[in-house]
């Protein structure tokens, strides 16, 4: 499965931008996607998640209310909405897939993701 995040970019705070990610190969092995984030002089940290089956998301408290995580199964696509953004959302975005379904709990687990795409960067700022 190869992964390509794109979307990023310059935004002014109260903006919104959408991801996506278009899977590649075999994309039926992919259960569950996510974003994850990495800010300058951070550790890489968990946004967002769906599972491929049934459609259960979970969602970072930084984040909730003002992102959503969406896929559309007959592209191979997953998509990240973000509303509202705050300088503190900038960071390098990754999409992130699981060959296996993952439990709920284990969503925001960075080790429960099997391939990573390049990411792609957001930028809020005025």
């Known amino acids: 499965v190869q992964l390509q995040a794109s979307g990023g970019g310059l935004v002014q705070p109260g903006g919104s931008l959408r991801l996506s990610c278009p899977a590649s190969g075999r994309t039926s092995s992919a259960y569950t996607t996510a974003w994850f984030r990495q800010a300058p002089g951070k550790e890489r940290e968990f946004v967002a998640a769906?599972?491929?089956?049934?459609?259960?998301?979970d969602y970072a408290d930084s984040v909730k209310g003002r992102f959503t995580i969406s896929r559309d199964n007959a592209k191979n696509m997953v998509y990240l909405q973000m509303n509202s953004l705050k300088p503190e959302d900038t960071a390098v975005y990754y999409c992130?897939?699981?060959?296996?379904?993952?439990?709920?709990?284990?969503?925001?687990?960075?080790?429960?993701?099997?391939?990573w795409g390049q990411g792609t960067l957001v930028t809020v700022s005025s």
């Open positions: 769906i599972r491929w089956s049934g459609g259960a998301t």
């Open positions: 992130a897939a699981a060959k296996k379904q993952v439990i709920l709990s284990a969503l925001r687990l960075q080790r429960m993701y099997d391939y």
